[in-house]
């Protein structure tokens, strides 16, 4: 059973930084899509950014120009780096990866911005 672990979440004051990485327990064969979701007790979970494997890279409006995504298809692994944080970008923060047979989810990562 293949597990996608995140790590990088965390508090911080507006304005500041993160890096959320997730990595895959074992090789996934012919990963199509890496992306990353958030999502806010009550809310349905959202997109916040995606990458196909040919690199084409699709945002959320509420964080274009401010959030970008990598992926190391080597590793199996996505980031996601998070610049100039507000307060609304505080949620739990899940990435996913998709092949032609599955999708994985990870298990999720807080992050917490203040005013």
């Known amino acids: 059973q293949v597990q996608l672990v995140e790590s990088g979440g965390g508090s911080v004051p507006a304005g500041g930084s993160l890096r959320l990485s997730c990595g895959a327990s074992?090789?996934?064969?012919?990963?199509?899509?890496m992306g990353w979701y958030r999502q806010v007790s009550g809310k349905q979970r959202e997109l916040v950014a995606s990458?196909?494997?040919?690199?084409?890279?699709n945002y959320a409006d509420s964080v274009r120009g401010r959030f970008t995504i990598l992926r190391d298809n080597g590793k199996n692994t996505v980031y996601l780096q998070m610049n100039s944080l507000k307060p609304e970008d505080t949620a739990v923060y899940y990435c996913?990866?998709?092949?032609?047979?599955?999708?994985?989810w990870g298990q999720g990562t807080q992050v917490t911005v203040s005013s």
């Open positions: 074992r090789r996934i064969l012919g990963i199509n899509v």
């Open positions: 990458m196909t494997s040919g690199g084409s890279t």
């Open positions: 996913k990866m998709t092949s032609l047979q599955n999708t994985y």
